[in-house]
């Protein structure tokens, strides 16, 4: 059953005893919101009481842009609705909370995060509040290490591999981050100019191991509840308070990819405003903030701790790097870069993304610590 604008007033009039937000004679006004490449995403609210609102969101059984030639399983909202959940319970500030899930026609029915805009657009106007990294950082310190596999036993973990093998969606990451920007492929684009670096990159073996190597933790670490897709556009804000959303690719993994994502995205708005010192310097800033904040938030015995998080960190570095590249020559690109009008600036913004990211890839187990890395910029 795939829903639509005039559909939506039935459906949650049917539904009413379990979501239990509107009352079964309410006017409803729907209207779709967002851009997103997979899922319909609507705005539900009171005609009388405007304010009065929730959101729902709807998986169909394909790529929502490319249409039904596309398939794509819409148990994705499965593994989102728990996600939620375990969000919910470890770390609530900062998600939306979710007053419905139906299985059976993929959809999630939750708060409506009115006033709130994405992080995305408020980095692209030069906006960085320092709160909202130690929020990011909290959160994943929190679900991480409260979902991590070495202080669960043995029962818990097999139920957080089963509730989360999200394979098919992980399966699309692997492919989009760690494999097809570095092949001719039919997705990948860039600005012209790039192709001798891209030439270059594609045949640096050093970057070729280290490239295959984190593919391979990607798809074989199995340690905590990862959101799998944790950018800038991700996270909604107002002012210093800050919700997660769209954790549809979320699975039991190595939880360095929140982390590595999260930093590559701040990164990448670092390389944005190279005509503005100031941003870039809070941009390096909220990236320590992150990790400071993270470490804090990651509760575990001390013995254990400083191993484990000596391993997320390098991790953390290299996922960074193959996702800047990615978001350069691979098939999804960032308004934060392509946004920008003038060609040549534009060039010379893709080109030092390039090479700092080969950098990160390559270099990753030889940087130290989170200073280390931002004086690399």
Known sequence: MELNRETIPQYLREHQPEIGFFDK???LHVEEIGDGNLNFVYRVYDAAQPDRSLVLKQAPPYIKILGPDYPLPPERLTFESRSLDIYNQLASETVPTQYYFDSDAAIIVME???????????????LVNQTIPEQIGRFMGRVH?????????????????????NTAMQSITADYVFTFPFMEHETNFYTDGLETKVDQLKSDESFRQQADMLKSIFLGVQRGVTHGDLHTGSIMVNGENAKVIDSEFAFYGPVAFDVGLFWANYLLSYFSHTDNSDVQLKLKTAIIKTWEAYTEAFEMDPSLKFRILHDVF??????A???????????????DIENIENVQRKLRVEIAILEFGQTLVKDRNIIFNVGEMVELL
């Open 25 to 27: 004679d309410t006017e």
């Open 321 to 335: 790097g193959m996702e800047m590249l990615r978001r350069i020559i691979g098939a999804a690109h960032v308004k």
């Open 145 to 165: 290490s409260q979902t991590y596999a070495y202080i669960l036993d043995n029962s818990a973990v097999d139920k957080y591999r089963q509730d989360f093998a």
């Open 314 to 319: 390098h991790e953390s570095i290299g996922f």
């Open 112 to 126: 409506d995060l009115k006033g709130y805009c994405l992080l995305r657009d408020e980095l692209i106007a030069g």
